[in-house]
């Protein structure tokens, strides 16, 4: 068999699929390792199992050339010098980060690594994790470098943004950062930045708090215009026209999917104060689903009425229901006594209703996920919630 210019674990998800399409699409040999046999079947008969804009079409035109190999056995890394790793450190019940899956991995691909490998971790980790990682890679007697190029993208956009948003290489020698560039330039990146895997790590993770922390205040904001009985349209107008330095104040909106609040508690359990800042965040954030029940309640008791949640998903036009607070609010709203019915346009669940029923059927309905379909439907003057302003203005 002959060799592959570098391997992807945990190639079949999000972030992995889209970089190996686009480094395959430059030239490369890409093998794809996946421990879901499912998924590598999939990708083999040219569908990809998520929504990714422009994804199919060019892993369908990939394919014929043979320039992507998948296959679920970890010996495939024998074949390369070089291993991209998108597995990241997951936060646990207790909001503390969990690096079982990380260690467990490394210690099955450990054995299939050659010396003097280039080790990408592409995946969002606590901080130290790629010091650690060539620590044991050491300790096992294999001499690798280990980078930290963490991925950027928002889902849904992975094919552009790879090549239009800059690199992050963090690297703790020319060597292993003359090596990465040259993957990442080939591919077309906007440009390289090095620095120290520390850094990579840390920048990660506060980019993705900053973003957190944003929505923490617009959905803090909208909570107090709301309590105060205004609307919150015109406040929100208020401070946004024609005002530059306001301009990027978002709008309110459930702030979830599988990063910003996994990366806002990793970045509170590395610093010694607990990070008060990024707490207050969660709250805010975790809350807003609670608040809108609440505040549903209190206007007329949802015990015995009918809630219809139009969108799973954690985000507008995605298929992704990972961490998406619409389930949170379903299990709040049921609590409360309602019957609760959902629907969503992209994801696939036995429990979920036709848009049409939820509806005829519900008494009242809320916005979980902005999605187009939910544009110019027709609500006939029922009770709506609509924090993301997908359906007309923002009400609850």
Partial sequence: MKDLDLVIVGGCGHVGLPLALSLADCGYQVGINDIDELKIEQVKAGHVPFRETGAEELLRKLLPTGRL????DAAMLSRTRTVILVIGTPIDEFMNPSVRIFDRVLDELTPHLQDGSLVILRSTVYPGTSETVERRLRAAGIEAHVAF???RIAEGHALEELRSLPQLVGVTSDEAFARAR???EKMGVASVIQTTPLEAELAKLLTNTWRYMKFAIANQF?????????DYNRVLNAIRQ???RAADLPGPGFAAGPCLLKDTMQLSAFTADHF???QAAMQVNEGLPGYIVDTLNSRKPLFGRTLGILGMAFKGESDDPRASLSYK????AQFKGAKVLCTDPY?????????DKVLRESDVLVVGAPHRAYRGIELDGRDVVDIWGATGPIRL
């Fill in 276 to 278: 008060p800042m990024g």
């Fill in 149 to 151: 190029c963490p991925e």
């Fill in 182 to 184: 040259v993957l990442f």
């Fill in 242 to 244: 024609d005002y530059p």
């Fill in 69 to 72: 190999e998948l296959s679920c």
């Fill in 222 to 230: 909208f909570q107090i215009v709301n309590r105060s009985g205004l």
């Fill in 347 to 355: 994801i696939i669940d036995e429990t979920f209703e036709p848009l």
């Fill in 329 to 332: 609010l379903r299990k709040l």
